[in-house]
């Protein structure tokens, strides 16, 4: 029972590149979410999934990818890594239906150089 | 527009007890918390929903003035456990229902002390 998982756990990049942190579910929630938490911001959010092939932008989408092919996964993409990207990412997912408790993943720690 | 959470920060010692305040600007739909140790995820609390009651989980409660848009948790004798950043999330209130899409405040540092 892993329920929700991401990887890398720890990640560190250069400016300019691309990276995909990946976030899976065990538990087929409709929703789900990235938000980036940094120090004095809290959580904000990146984007959101209503269901496979549904998503939407949230609070600070720019310079961010995602696609949902598969209800279970969520991929996050930098195109083009940014120092101002550098932040701890989490996954959530949420069942719907009248269920309103979001579930976190542990996290992905991003360094951007 | 982040809910603006306060105080910022909370120091206490074991069995004492605290209030923290969340306020918004929009109308909202349901409130949530959440707790987040050092280093860990977040971990849902409660919820308490427009029109619903006040919700109670262990020694911790909480409220909701929908005239006001404002949420309160209270932390009744606390304990070492309860040490973390508290997160009240907003859900703004749409003509659809819910979206299930939550706009976190920026968090209250509460610290638990023997």
């Known amino acids: 029972d892993a329920g929700i998982t991401q990887s890398p756990r720890y990640k560190i990049t250069e400016t300019g590149r691309q990276v995909t942190l990946m976030c899976h579910q065990t538990w087929s929630h409709s929703y789900m979410f990235w938000y980036r938490q940094d120090l004095g911001h809290g959580l904000r959010l990146i984007y959101y999934?209503?269901?496979?092939?549904?998503?939407d932008k949230g609070e600070v989408p720019d310079g961010y990818v995602v696609s949902r092919s598969k209800t279970e996964n969520f991929p996050l993409t930098l195109e083009s890594a940014t120092r101002s990207q550098t932040s701890v990412y989490f996954c959530?997912?949420?069942?719907?239906?009248?269920?309103?408790?979001?579930?976190f993943g542990p996290g992905t720690r991003l360094t951007v150089t | 527009q982040q809910p603006v959470q306060s105080p910022q920060a909370v120091i206490l010692r074991e069995g004492e007890d605290a209030v923290i305040n969340c306020s918004s600007s929009k109308a909202l739909y349901s409130v949530h918390w959440y707790r987040q140790k050092h280093g860990e995820a977040p971990v849902f609390l409660m919820i308490?929903?427009?029109?619903?009651e006040q919700k109670g989980h262990e020694k911790i409660s909480a409220s909701f003035n929908e005239k006001k848009q404002q949420s309160s948790l209270y932390l009744t004798a606390s304990q070492l456990s309860y040490s973390g950043t508290y997160f009240c999330g907003t859900e703004a209130l749409l003509s659809g229902g819910s979206n299930y899409k939550l706009t976190f405040g920026k968090g209250t540092l509460l610290t638990v002390n023997p």
């Open positions: 999934s209503a269901a496979a092939d549904i998503t």
């Open positions: 959530a997912s949420n069942p719907g239906v009248g269920r309103y408790e979001q579930y």
């Open positions: 308490l929903l427009k029109g619903g």
